[in-house]
């Protein structure tokens, strides 16, 4: 199942007994026959020594199997958390990712159950019996999900702005969320309805304050539809977002965020739940709900941050500074 073994990139400058040599490894893995219609195969990375202790890196709907540096040795979509010298470091720990199994199509949304069976099939094929897990947003949804299905898998979780369920209020955002893509691939404008949901998205990603912050808001002129400077930055996001998305995996993966449900006693594993005070998508109570329900002692912290949802990207050391000693074991 093994595409290709690429050797681990070296930082620039590094001093030589701080770089790792570690390898890239990269891999193609069938998904479970039932799965199918989310795609045949996954595709799934591991970084570092195969004999450290393996964690599994997941994120958002729109992160890959790259967390920590990608085969042409850019930065991952979390380096500030996984990588050289960081919390989840490839001197240390055995990195897994994977990218999300999802109808490319849009017709049919997998659940994070489901999400959880393919982890598994990757674990399995790589031959990795039990892993601690750190996902979040989706990603520790699919964390909850398999440590609630398949606990003898997970030795530890970190669910990072992660709930047990869907918050009403997010659920509402996002079905509008998908019936502007509907809309646009309807009319042949899949692609820009695909960047104006994502702009919407932003703003349960960030917060209120924030805006108030970086941006004047109004605008200029007297045409409706002119520019401002809050929607500039929507727009260039939304833009952004359509090289690592396309309108039907956008529809599959944010119909299955809502189709998440984990009953928090399943989940019989040391825990760490962490989120933002100012989250806009997943809320505090539902992390303090989720953290007092769970099948096993967890440590909950809620984080005060400027970035409400994206705190974990944003703020990414400091998320560090929490999850270093639970995966020690120093907690």
Known sequence: MELSTLPRPQ???????ERCPAELELFEIPVPADLAHFGKSVRASALGNRSNPPVVVLGGISANRFPAIRPDGAPGWWSGLAGEG???????????????????????????????????????????????????????????????????????????????????AST????????????????????????????????????????????????????????????AYLKARGQAFRSVMSPGRFLSLSASIDR?????????????????????????????????GLGSPAEL?????????????KEAERVGRIVAPFLAGNS
């Not at 930082?11 to 007994?17: I, M, Q």
């Not at 039990?130 to 299905?149: C, H, P």
């Not at 820009?192 to 998205?201: S, W």
């Not at 912290?301 to 990207?313: A, E, I, T, Y």
Request: aromatic share 6%; glycine share 10%; net charge negative.
């Open 260 to 292: 998440h449900r984990v009953h928090p006693a399943d989940v019989g594993v040391p825990c760490l739940i962490i989120g933002a005070d100012s989250d806009q998508l997943v809320f505090p109570d539902q992390l303090r709900r989720l953290a007092e």
């Open 86 to 168: 960081q919390a989840i470091d490839p001197r240390h720990h055995y990195i897994i990712g994977f990218d999300f199994a999802a109808d490319d199509t849009g017709t049919s949304a997998p659940s994070t159950a489901d999400q959880a069976r393919v982890l598994a099939t990757v674990l399995d094929a790589i031959d990795i019996r039990t892993a601690s897990i750190v996902g979040a947003s989706y990603g520790g949804m699919v964390g909850l999900a398999i440590a609630a299905a398949d606990p003898q898998r997970v030795d530890k979780l970190v669910a990072i702005c992660a709930g047990a369920e869907p918050h009403p």
């Open 11 to 17: 930082l620039e400058n590094a001093p030589s007994d």
């Open 172 to 231: 509402a955002a996002r079905e509008l969320q998908r019936r502007v893509v509907s809309l646009g691939l309807l009319s042949g404008h899949g692609d820009e309805a695909l960047a104006i949901a994502r702009g919407m998205a932003m703003l349960t990603y960030r917060t209120p304050a924030e805006f108030q912050v970086r941006f004047d808001g109004g605008i200029a002129e007297d045409a409706p539809l002119c520019g401002s400077a809050p929607g």
């Open 301 to 313: 912290h809620l984080l005060d941050s400027l970035f409400g949802h994206d705190m974990f990207l």
